[in-house]
């Protein structure tokens, strides 16, 4: 396999421009930016072609002065950016936070399940890798919701406040356009909407009331926990309404009892 640096000097060389071309030109992209960080010395453009590792800068540089992708070029030397979402499983993350990602142009998210590509999702089948990492999730578990226009939400390994609709581990994808309280309309606890809320200490998500100048987030009986009551809209803002949901069927941790 072509190395990285060989990579890059193939498209210096394409492009017919010398290591004087290169210092020249990412010298006014550290003038802009006023960080000489981004300058690559003919030195050191020698020793990148020769297989050094550049500094995220100088790769920025690179990048610009060779028209090239720079999340392509992070892949060229073992890094993928689109498997940010997917290594954090190695990061237990025990409160409920937002999930800053966005789903590749392959239709694909990363999520905390990992099916097996060739799965028919017409049939009622059984998953025998189910639930085993954070991996690649089709969107079309998300019933073909456009998740470009959507945010999303992580439940953390200890937030049981919604279980067992939604457990701990869980991903929910969240409408940011949906953010007023519905009070009434469902039949059933399945029905009634559920919401993904910030307060100052955080996140929460579950059932909402408002009474007044009181929003009352109401977990799900299940769950053992408390409803907790905020000044409302100063004390908590509404993210959005939790529209899916893709869960762990045994999540992590223990399970809060009262005492």
Request: hydrophobic share 35%.
């Amino acid at each position: 396999m072509e190395e990285a640096g060989q990579k890059l000097k193939r498209a210096r060389e394409k492009l017919r421009l010398t290591f004087r071309h290169v210092e020249e030109a990412s010298s006014r992209i550290a003038a802009r930016h006023d960080n000489d960080e981004f300058i690559v010395a003919l030195s050191r453009l020698a020793d990148i072609e020769k297989g050094t590792m550049p500094s995220i800068y100088r790769l920025y540089s690179l990048c610009v002065i060779y028209s090239l992708d720079l999340n392509e070029v992070l892949t060229w030397y073992g890094v993928s950016a689109s498997m940010l979402p997917g290594d954090s499983d190695l990061v237990e993350h025990p409160r409920t936070h937002l999930v800053e990602f966005r789903p590749g142009d392959n239709g694909e998210v990363q999520a905390p399940l990992a099916f097996d590509p060739g799965v028919d999702l017409t049939k009622t089948i059984f998953l025998s890798r189910m639930i085993q990492r954070w991996g690649k999730l089709p969107l079309i578990l998300f019933n073909s919701l456009e998740l470009r226009n959507h945010r999303y939400g992580f439940i953390g390994n200890e937030d049981w406040s919604m279980f067992p609709i939604i457990p701990p581990g869980s991903l929910v994808v969240i409408d940011d356009s949906r953010r007023r309280i519905q009070g009434f309309g469902w039949t059933t606890e399945f029905d009634r909407p559920i919401y993904f809320l910030e307060h100052q200490d955080g996140y929460a998500c579950g059932w909402c009331s408002v009474r007044g100048t009181q929003l009352t987030v109401q977990p799900h009986p299940s769950s053992l926990c408390d409803p907790e009551t905020y000044a409302y809209p100063g004390g908590i803002e509404v993210i959005g309404q939790v529209m899916s949901v893709a869960k762990t069927l045994q999540p992590a941790g223990n399970r809060p009892r009262r005492p």
